[in-house]
């Protein structure tokens, strides 16, 4: 099975390869069109800003290119707000439109309320086989200032100052809020089951 990890001007990318290599995967790290095509299964991680990343994949036609994958996909925080509509961030960047839903930014409601949301929070309404297994307690670990309302596309909840989407999936696109890569035993369990999609 050949496992391709979308190499971009996005930090993250070697955590996700180690944590990959801990279930004896040896991914490609590529932006490379013909590989990511003839790849099994595409992980398009990120932690960085929207606009700078977004203007590399445009330049690099990645944009398009991870548009029209056909094999499972998951996309890894920026990753998932970048396959979404629109992101709130910098004044507002246009994304991939994969999922037809908007990324906003945390409004703090109490003094309690920290920006960025920093820390282990707990999934539920699990509704995608990303989560097969799971009872809906687990804890996962979040880093992030936006978030995705829930939607149509929601295969995941969290609650942090308002209930948002931990993860979506519409058609074979996956994709996580948190960082399964940094989440134990219980993201390597959910990398596992979206390698044997």
Known sequence: MKIAIVKYNAGNIRSVDYALKRLGVDAVITGDKEELLSADKVIFPGVGEAGTTMK????????????ELRQPVLGICLGMQL?????????????????????????????????PHI?????????????????????????????????????????????????????????????????????SKILQNFLEL
């Open 83 to 115: 396959m979404c509509r629109s992101l709130e961030e910098g004044g507002g960047v246009e994304g991939l439109g994969i999922f037809d839903t908007d990324v906003k930014l945390f409004i703090p409601k109490r003094h309690k309320d920290k920006v």
């Open 56 to 67: 590399h994949l445009k330049q690099t036609g990645l944009d398009k290119l991870i548009k």
């Open 119 to 187: 820390g282990w929070n707990t999934i539920d309404n699990l509704k995608s086989s990303m989560f097969n297994g799971f009872s809906g307690n687990e804890f996962v670990y979040f880093v992030h200032s936006f978030y995705v309302p829930v939607n149509d596309y929601t295969a995941a909840q969290t609650n942090y100052i308002l209930p948002f989407s931990a993860a979506l999936h519409k058609d074979n696109f996956y994709a996580t809020q948190f960082h399964p890569e940094k989440s134990g035993s219980v993201g």
